[in-house]
């Protein structure tokens, strides 16, 4: 007998209880409704009562019906409604259209202000009465359309009827003057389905020197040099480049005020006389000062945006140069900056609106001063926009006898083209991101100086190489067209060479001792390190061991002889490369590609060449890489620290362990791929190219086992397992891992 008929049969009251303990309720059986009641008593449980969840009802539509069928019988009763006509009749002609406009959401949120609170769901659908428009009949027809619309955008006189009701009915809506609705802001959950990715992400292509740092890079070193925090290393440095490519914070919306004209004057001698940018001609130094003193003498007003920005521009760019010979480096950098930030703030002016050829200067001239090591990397968004713009005013195309354009603007139309043309060439290279401009789409003249000359011979070689070697199209090629692909550039690069070696002195390394009278110092070196990187960029597609294999052709000796002279070329060059950087002098006016793109990108090759062929590897191999560290140890010292590369002092200890290593645990086979450590571990090392491991060599590996090691079977999918797609925003920090590409997408 339970407890509850124990009681009962006694006589006693059983207290009622609105509930039943937890255990009773799973027992299903009656609770007595004490605490602890008897059930939990007698079984040993304790008594517990949980509190009790109401039942949600289950929503249906019809309050939604109904609220809509109430909003559409308020808009039928407001057409419908013509008992006041005359109030419109009296009062239209008193009353700015400015207060109709009042008037129209008074009468709309009438009801809605005179009822009481509504839930949250009832609030958002009756917003919708803010944004429906009220039906206004059809447009009228054979009016323009500027006409039509400013006809549709006032109501009819009925409507006016019932808006004099309106706001004479409702006290509270005729203090309302929003019109037609005030925006909400955004729910903070997606109830879309769909999750967004972290902002601030920067792609670099499989064939730049990035790829070094993407994961399968990074297993190819670690699997060379046993080094754990390698991974950390390239990770924090390809975060901090990453960082770069965007601007830390808004720019300030306080302008710099104009400067004297004397200060000005000096900007513009500085930048003339000085600047790097002054030889590629994009504006004439006659014309920039006539114009510049007129303006600040106030004897005319001339508010264009495009002469705004250019002459900012050039302020910037002489202001750094003064300042870089006295000031410190971050003082040269924030005074600069505030010139420059009064070019950006017209940016989007000079692209959506009006302007003139002065407009794709200032945006030409803004793309090559921003590529000084002080400045943010926004040149590639720069250049491309300037592109744009060059083209919608036709600078691409030879300016045929009707245009009617003077010699001086044409040659100023096709310096600036051309100046934008490499700019952009070399960027995609850089960054591994496809050009702007089509080649084929280009019929002006290439400037007549010899410096304008070998400028674009080289870039218009790196388009082709880009686009045989780089693009989407080209990475799926099979290895025999891959191969034939770099002998045809190489057989190009070498006829440019040369052509170019008698007129611009192009050597390895580079003589400034014989530099040509038409070729300054700053014109000597950018060309021999573009015609550099040139060479990197076609020859790394066999030197590379990851290009090497995702077409397996390590396995083949069909392709030993051009992958030997592939190897060689960019080992050599690059070393030439190193030496060259004493000519490079480091300041906030220093270009990114000579203080910091082409030493790098040597650094980077001529590591991997000692890593592949550490046999081969002499000590003044790792003297050049102690060399390439102590110009980026110069460029640290000369920005402060702002620009700091450890990277590149990290490769360069690797690469000298790597060697110790190598000739200590096997002197006397020099095609050991591997060997066990003190510790018993096995260390890696590279052999040189083709050298199969010896048999039976305890913790040896095999060539195809090596391959297996270090990378998995999926790398031979997709050359975009060597691109790097990473959050570069201000909140990203190491934990963030590095996001990758690797899967395959088929091309159309």
């Not at 009296?90 to 008074?106: C, I």
């Not at 060379?224 to 440095?237: L, Y």
């Not at 003139?356 to 590639?380: D, F, H, K, R």
């Not at 909140?731 to 590095?738: A, M």
Request: with cysteine.
């Amino acid at each position: 007998m339970s407890a509850a008929d124990s009681a009962a049969h006694q006589g006693l009251t059983v207290p009622k209880r609105a509930r039943a303990c937890d255990f009773c309720r799973l027992k299903k059986i009656r609770c007595i409704g004490t605490h602890p009641c008897d059930n939990c008593i007698e079984h040993g449980e304790s008594c517990i009562f949980s509190e009790r969840q109401r039942r949600k009802k289950r929503r249906t539509h019809h309050d939604l019906a109904r609220r809509l069928a109430e909003f559409e019988s308020f808009l039928d009763a407001a057409r419908e409604d013509q008992n006041l006509a005359r109030i419109f009749v009296r009062n239209d002609a008193h009353q700015p259209f400015g207060s109709e406009q009042t008037q129209v959401s008074n009468a709309i949120n009438r009801g809605r202000q005179d009822r009481p609170p509504t839930s949250n769901s009832e609030t958002r659908f009756n917003d919708i009465s803010n944004t429906v428009p009220l039906d206004r009949g059809p447009s009228p027809v054979g009016l323009p359309v500027q006409e039509a619309q400013q006809q549709q955008s006032r109501p009819s006189p009925r409507e006016w009827e019932r808006i004099e009701i309106a706001s004479q009915a409702s006290p509270k809506a005729s203090k309302s003057s929003t019109f037609p609705y005030t925006p909400t802001q955004p729910s903070t959950k997606d109830t879309s389905g769909y999750e967004t990715v972290k902002t601030g992400i920067e792609y670099w292509g499989p064939r730049t020197n990035m790829a070094l740092c993407s994961k399968p890079g990074i297993a190819w070193v670690k699997a060379r040099v046993r080094q754990p925090d390698f991974e950390a290393i390239a990770s924090q440095f390809a975060l901090d480049l990453a960082k770069r490519l965007k601007m830390d914070k808004r720019p300030s919306a306080e302008r710099k005020p104009e400067p004297s004209l004397d200060v000005a004057l000096q900007f513009s001698r500085a930048y003339f006389e000085e600047g790097t940018q002054a030889s590629l001609g994009i504006i004439q130094r006659c014309s920039f000062e006539t114009r510049l003193r007129t303006f600040l003498s106030g004897s005319q007003i001339d508010d264009d945006p495009a002469w705004y920005a250019l002459r900012n521009t050039v302020y910037a760019s002489g202001c750094r140069i003064e300042l870089s010979k006295s000031a410190t480096f971050r003082e040269a950098q924030r005074e600069s900056w505030a010139w420059f930030e009064n070019a950006l703030s017209v940016h989007s002016e000079l692209l959506f609106c009006h302007t003139s050829l002065t407009g794709v200067q200032a945006l030409a001239l803004m793309a090559y001063v921003i590529e000084g090591i002080s400045c943010p990397i926004l040149q590639y968004m720069l250049c491309a926009n300037a592109l744009r713009l060059a083209v919608t005013q036709g600078l691409h195309r030879h300016p045929i006898q009707s245009w009617n354009l003077p010699e001086h603007e044409v040659a100023m139309r096709n310096c600036t083209f051309w100046a934008l043309y490499c700019l952009d060439k070399d960027l995609a290279w850089r960054a591994g991101r496809p050009s702007t401009m089509d080649d084929d789409d280009i019929t002006c003249e290439v400037p007549p100086s010899m410096y304008f000359q070998g400028l674009v011979r080289i870039s218009r070689l790196s388009s082709i190489a880009y686009r045989k070697l780089a693009s989407a199209s080209a990475l799926q090629s099979t290895p025999a067209e891959w191969v034939n692909n770099v002998v045809q550039m190489d057989t190009m690069l070498e006829e440019l060479r040369q052509s170019l070696k008698d007129s611009l002195q192009l050597h390895f390394p580079l003589d400034l001792a014989n530099v040509p009278a038409f070729l300054n110092n700053h014109e000597a070196v950018s060309l021999q390190f573009l015609f550099n990187t040139l060479t990197w960029d076609i020859h790394s597609a066999l030197a590379h061991p990851w290009c090497r294999d995702i077409f397996n052709l390590d396995k083949s000796h069909e392709y030993r002889s051009q992958i030997e002279r592939s190897s060689k070329i960019l080992a050599e060059t690059s070393k030439a490369a190193i030496l060259e950087c004493r000519f490079v002098h480091c300041d906030a006016n220093c270009s990114l590609v000579k203080g910091y793109y082409t030493p790098l990108y040597a650094v980077i090759n001529l590591f991997v060449s000692i890593l592949q062929n550490l046999a081969c590897a002499t000590p003044s191999d790792l003297a050049l890489m102690d060399v390439g560290a102590g110009h980026f140890a110069r460029l640290s010292f000369a920005t402060e620290s702002d620009f700091n590369v450890p990277l590149v002092k990290n490769l360069a200890l690797l690469a000298n362990n790597a060697l110790e290593v190598y000739k200590t645990i096997q002197p006397s086979q020099t095609s050991t791929l591997g060997q066990l450590d003190n510790d018993g571990s096995s260390f890696l090392s590279v052999a040189p190219p083709f050298v199969t491991a010896p048999e039976g060599v305890p913790g040896s590996f095999s060539e195809e086992h090596l391959h297996q090691d270090w990378l998995d079977a999926s790398l031979n999918e997709d050359f975009e397992m060597w691109s790097i797609f990473y959050p570069g925003g201000p909140e990203s920090h190491l934990q963030d891992p590095p996001i990758y590409e690797e899967s395959r997408q088929s091309i159309p």
